[in-house]
Each structure stands twice: as C-alpha cells, then as structure tokens.
C-alpha cells in the first residue's frame, strides 16, 4: 500500500490585491508550480496570498525564492 500525504499551507503576498494584473497571478503560479514537491498553488488576490499545497518537504526559504523570482516577495508574519 502507498501513503502520500499532502501539506496545504498559506502564505501572505505583500503586494498582492484585486488589482493585481493577470500576468502577476500567472506569474507567481508558474514559479511556484516548479518548486520540487508543490503540486497546486491558488492565489487569492483578494485576500492578498497563494496557498500551496505539496506531496512533500518543502521549504519556506524556497517558496520565498520562487515568489520573489515572479516579482513578489513573502510577507513577514
């Protein structure tokens, strides 16, 4: 029998809002996505975060590089 567990955690965008162009949303999907272990990203420009959720280990410092390579960084808690 194979066990896969899923991690779903939320991170704040600083920048991120309603207003937010498109290509901005797409861009940080696209980053994220290729991260090692993410296997879905839903950004809410509303409520001003991604939720990302992983099949394994994933570590915040690369979240953080991947939002930051789209343009965005990760808001201090």
């Known amino acids: 029998m194979i066990t896969v567990a899923y991690s779903l955690v939320a991170y704040r965008i600083a920048g991120l809002s309603p207003e937010t162009c498109g290509h901005c949303l797409a861009a940080i999907k696209s980053e994220l996505i290729q991260v090692p272990g993410v296997v879905g990203v839903e950004v809410d420009p509303a409520e001003g975060r991604v939720s990302v959720l992983t099949d394994g280990p994933v570590g915040e410092e690369q979240v953080r590089v991947a939002v930051e390579a789209a343009g965005c960084a ?4």
């Open 74 to 77: 990760v808001a201090d808690s």
